[in-house]
């Protein structure tokens, strides 16, 4: 079941500039969502989250924005740089339930 | 180093084989979770455990199974192996049972020829 879907298997900014990667569900019923960053041969590691009662979240140059009535959350990378070269998992969960639904993630390729 | 230990990282058998997959959660985690990746798929979401107990099941097969033990490492089952099998096998566990953030192992590559 897809219900967390990220569209763009890729994308290629130029370093300095902004990396947007967009995700989607369908589930009303996530209340927290997050975003994961994968390297070559490790595991996913946690980068930024959002809870439902907000719609914008930043750390450094990481943003996540969240509209709800779209079901739609992105994260911005601003600027980005070439270590910031990976795979990124939009995930989403309900906090009541005991699951996490992972999108088929975004490869980020960032140029020098 | 995460602090969730999966082992082996490499694994290869063949069609009908059953194989065990290793996961020790992060020191003080009760909760662990499994997650398989298929070639360019998202992760999938197997199954969780929570002190011993399940808690939640995904898209498991029947051929699978999994449990956790009293000292919180846990193991999946594959059985009867296919070559639609072969995947990284992640691997995560968290403190609580509701899923907040999770703390993912370096995986297993399963590969079954």
């Known amino acids: 079941d897809q219900q967390v879907k990220q569209n763009s298997p890729s994308l290629s900014v130029q370093e300095g500039r902004i990396s947007i990667l967009n995700c989607d569900y369908t589930?009303?019923?996530?209340?927290?969502f997050l975003w994961y960053k994968k390297y070559p041969a490790e595991g996913p590691t946690f980068l930024i989250s959002?809870?439902?009662?907000?719609d914008k979240n930043e750390d450094g140059r990481f943003t996540v924005f969240l509209n709800k009535s779209a079901k739609h959350l992105s994260l911005h990378i601003v600027p980005s740089q070439p270590g910031d070269s990976a795979v990124y998992f939009c995930a989403a969960s309900d906090l009541r339930n005991n699951d996490m639904r992972f999108g088929a993630g975004t490869r980020l390729t960032v140029k020098p | 180093d995460s602090g969730v230990t999966q082992t082996p990282k490499h694994l290869i058998t063949a069609t009908g084989q059953r194989v065990t997959l290793r996961c020790s959660p992060r020191s003080g985690d009760l909760s662990v979770y499994w997650y398989q990746q298929s070639l360019d798929q998202g992760l999938q979401f197997l199954i969780q455990?929570?002190?011993?107990?399940?808690?939640a099941k995904g898209n498991i097969l029947e051929r699978f199974s999994a449990q956790q033990f009293p000292d919180l490492h846990s193991e999946l089952n594959l059985s009867s192996l296919e070559l639609g099998d072969s995947a990284l096998y992640f691997c995560?566990?968290?403190?609580?049972?509701?899923?907040?953030?999770?703390?993912f192992g370096a995986g297993s590559r399963l590969t079954v020829l």
């Open positions: 455990y929570y002190n011993g107990e399940e808690r």
């Open positions: 959002i809870s439902s009662i907000k």
């Open positions: 995560a566990s968290s403190v609580r049972v509701g899923a907040n953030v999770l703390t």
């Open positions: 589930n009303s019923m996530f209340d927290y």
